[in-house]
């Protein structure tokens, strides 16, 4: 081994650690099976319904009862778990300590009317509440079968609230009459789908929710904001993917809202703070009422704290259900949301933390929004490259160990294993792609390195095909094969992961290395 090669496999097997007695989840479940007498989850949804259709508050109270501690949002983790719709409805639910900066941002007083627009469960609701205990909520939702949950949430806490089954996408309230869609709220609070598609409607550009700007029809993030702000008389606080701060398509949007002078500020939030997506996320603050020209910019990525939640797996065979997961969530600390709120409430700036920019330099920056081009880093650190070859070797050093064994499934025997080994799969084809890029990347700049091609798993459409084989006449799935594939499964994540830092040492060297190239050939010319 190369004395500056890594030992990357050096820790690969290491005795599984205890389990513990963190059962949360699959906890909550048996409970709430086994008071409401339940045959499954299913039957629990079912009768969550009812109550909501009837109005049923003793339900209600069996529910609060039931699960006592309401400092933990227990249905928003039974149906993100159980119901959530990812694929069609974008359903991500918003972690708590990004519900709590949000709230702060947005609400300036208490005892006040507050919208949350495409309010989910009521993760969001139920944090402002908290925090302002004397306001009420007017509460939009599109999915009908989350609604119940809603309800129970916010009547179990005693929260003030009207809930609308509501199209922000159309602005109406699918089950009431045009009256009901002429509300103003003081301020609004929302964390709406990402990237959802929409078509223009007659005469939209007349509509008074887009008068400043139609948003464009690739996505409605900007959609949900200016119907949100139609419906809100001061303050808006938005959580929406990074995209929305520099993206082409939405330029204009951006364009209009800053020479409105409307945006206060722009926070960008770390990733894997949600549970099911790792997507970075952006605060978008806008105020109606606002007197300065600056926005305030904050990057609080670096500020952010980890935890971590253990999880019983609640599918597949005893080889999940027995087994406790483990997953590092980002989290905002107390004071640090009072320090985010503080600095937008007082535009001041702090090196690597905000920076207050005025409209002028932000129209000169082409209405980019991200906080990354405004805050300058606090520190600059100097960083020993690798040579390329000792990069590769590592590289080609994981893709052959991926290469050790190579598994061919019958698609439909594949699918016993769910959408983590598809998602693997996935990640094999797109990767090999992006070593026959790098490759021929590297080549163009006159590196001649081999760069490995993974060549370890296939999905046959060829019936009864398995390769490792399987010995049985019937449709079953061996146990020992569904241990193999889940083993496999998660050493290909740990590759994966330890592939990707590094293409980033690779990437971070070739770059370096133009630059070098680039200064020494113009100071040749000079």
């Keep these: 081994m190369a004395k500056d090669q890594l030992d990357i496999f050096g820790n690969i097997l290491v005795q599984p650690e205890k389990k513990t007695d963190n059962l949360e989840l699959g906890s909550l479940k048996k409970l709430l099976l086994d008071h409401f007498k339940c045959s499954d989850i299913k039957a629990f949804f079912e009768k969550l319904a009812d109550a909501y259709k009837h109005n049923d508050r003793q339900f209600y109270i069996d529910l609060k009862n039931l699960v006592g501690n309401l400092?933990?949002?227990?249905?928003?983790?039974?149906?993100?778990?159980?119901?959530?719709?990812?694929?069609?409805?974008?359903?991500?639910?918003t972690p708590k300590t990004?519900?709590?900066?949000?709230?702060?941002?947005?609400?300036?007083?208490?005892g006040c009317k507050v919208l949350d627009c495409c309010c989910g469960s009521g993760a969001l609701t139920i944090q402002a509440s908290q925090l302002f205990a004397k306001s009420s909520f007017e509460c939009l939702e599109l999915d009908t079968n989350v609604l119940p949950f809603l309800k129970a949430n916010l009547e179990m806490r005693g929260i003030s609230n009207s809930v609308k089954n509501y199209n922000v996408i159309d602005d109406c309230n699918l089950a009431g009459s045009m009256e009901d869609c002429a509300f103003v709220c003081d301020y609004c609070i929302s964390n709406p789908p990402f990237n959802v598609k929409w078509k223009h409607p007659l005469f939209a550009s007349s509509l008074p929710r887009f008068s400043l700007c139609l948003?464009?029809?690739?996505?409605?993030?900007?959609?949900?904001?200016?119907?949100?702000?139609?419906?809100?008389?001061?303050?808006?606080?938005?959580?929406?993917?990074?995209?929305?701060?520099t993206s082409d398509f939405e330029k204009e949007v951006r364009k209009a809202l800053v020479n409105a002078n409307v945006i206060e500020a722009v926070i960008s939030c770390p990733s894997d703070m949600f549970e099911s997506t790792s997507i970075p996320t952006s605060i978008l603050v806008v105020n109606k009422s606002k007197k300065s020209r600056k926005t305030c910019f904050i990057?609080?990525?670096n500020f952010c704290k980890q935890e971590v939640r253990e999880q019983v797996g609640q599918f597949g065979g005893n080889s999940h259900t027995n087994r406790i997961y483990k997953k590092k969530f980002n989290v905002i600390p107390d004071d640090i949301q009072d320090k985010v709120l503080k600095t937008v409430l007082e535009m001041k700036d702090e090196k690597g933390f905000s920076k207050c920019v005025d409209i002028d330099i932000i129209k000169s920056s082409d209405y980019s929004l991200s906080p990354s081009q405004y805050v300058e880093s606090e520190k600059i650190f100097k960083v020993e490259r690798r040579s390329y070859e000792s990069i590769v070797a590592d590289l080609n050093a994981v893709t052959r160990e991926k290469n050790k064994l190579k598994i061919t499934i019958n698609e439909n025997a594949a699918r016993c294993f769910g959408n983590n080994f598809f998602m693997a799969v996935s990640q094999i084809e797109k990767s090999n792609e992006n070593m026959r890029e790098i490759a021929n990347g590297l080549k163009s700049f006159g590196i001649d390195v081999k760069?490995?091609?993974?060549?370890?798993?296939?999905?046959?459409?060829?019936?009864n095909v398995i390769r490792i084989e399987q010995n049985t006449d019937d449709d079953g799935i061996s146990h020992i094969l569904i241990k193999l594939i889940t083993a496999w499964t998660e050493h290909y994540y740990y590759l994966n992961n330890l592939e990707n830092k590094i293409l980033a040492e690779l990437r971070d060297k070739t770059l370096e290395d133009l630059m070098k190239s680039a200064i020494t050939k113009n100071l040749k010319n000079l």
Aim: a negative charge; hydrophobic letters at 35%.
């Design 451 to 463: 760069i490995d091609i993974a060549d370890c798993v296939k999905v046959s459409k060829d019936k």
């Design 215 to 245: 948003p464009p029809e690739q996505n409605a993030n900007y959609v949900f904001v200016l119907t949100a702000m139609s419906h809100t008389s001061k303050v808006g606080a938005f959580i929406l993917p990074n995209s929305i701060t």
């Design 71 to 93: 400092d933990q949002d227990w249905l928003q983790k039974i149906y993100q778990y159980y119901g959530a719709d990812r694929e069609n409805l974008k359903q991500d639910y």
């Design 98 to 110: 990004l519900a709590q900066l949000t709230a702060k941002l947005a609400i300036r007083e208490d």
């Design 299 to 301: 990057k609080i990525e």
